[in-house]
T-cell receptor, first 115, second 112 residues
């Protein structure tokens, strides 16, 4: 019940295309869903996050879509650029303590954007 | 404004040895969490420190222990190293009750 399942494992997109990465969770107590971007040799960096009270959140070219009933959420990268080539992780957390909760990560998606 | 600083960046140890990894949190942050990231996998939560106490712990054996100092910096200790402990160890800092982690670049530990 603590798992977050992420797909696909790898994704190749042409420059200017749309990249879509999907995640599913089981634990309905999760109430915070961030996406992280990780470049080789670096730690993950927070990209965008959403809470279950909204169905969509957009920041620039990045959009999270959230489906509470299906327990799924996805990341859409519009107008994908070669600089977006990285590994993307979805994660989930629960605010049972009201503080900085532990994150449960998906296994990651390696995105390659061809020029 | 320095982010999260981890040292060393790379480390090679022999099975059975002990290792200490260090983390300095981002300025203004008071909570430190440690994650283990095996090759090709997502990070896994080890434990979190706040006010020099272990506040949360993931599913890791007692060989993994930690400490937080009054200046909020932290150490991760791993005893009796196994080959399976080879991984990237990430430190993440945050401000309690605000959330939002900042990750360091990690320490790459190789156990031979």
């Amino acid at each position: 019940q603590q798992q977050v399942k992420q797909s696909p494992q790898s994704l190749i997109v042409q420059k200017g295309g749309i990249s879509i990465i999907n995640c599913a969770y089981e634990n309905t107590a999760f109430d915070y869903f961030p996406w992280y971007q990780q470049f080789p040799g670096k730690g993950p960096a927070l990209l965008i996050a959403i809470r279950p009270d909204v169905s969509e959140k957009k920041e620039g070219r990045f959009t999270i879509s959230f489906n509470k009933s299906a327990k799924q959420f996805s990341l859409h990268i519009m107008d994908s650029q070669p600089g977006d080539s990285a590994t993307y992780f979805c994660a989930a957390s629960m605010s049972s303590w009201g503080g900085s909760e532990k994150l449960v990560f998906g296994k990651g998606t390696k995105l390659t954007v061809n020029p | 404004d320095a982010g999260v600083t981890q040292s060393p960046t790379h480390l090679i140890k022999t099975r059975g040895q002990q290792v200490t990894l260090r983390c300095s949190p981002k300025s203004g942050h008071d909570t430190v969490s440690w994650y283990q990231q095996a090759l090709g996998q997502g990070p896994q939560f080890i434990f979190q420190y706040y006010e020099e106490e272990e506040r949360q712990r993931g599913n890791f054996p007692d060989r993994f222990s930690g400490h937080q100092f009054p200046n909020y910096s932290s150490e991760l200790n791993v005893n009796a190293l196994l080959l399976g402990d080879s991984a990237l160890y990430l430190c993440a800092s945050s401000l309690n009750l605000v959330g939002g982690y900042t990750f360091g670049s990690g320490t790459r530990l190789t156990v031979v």
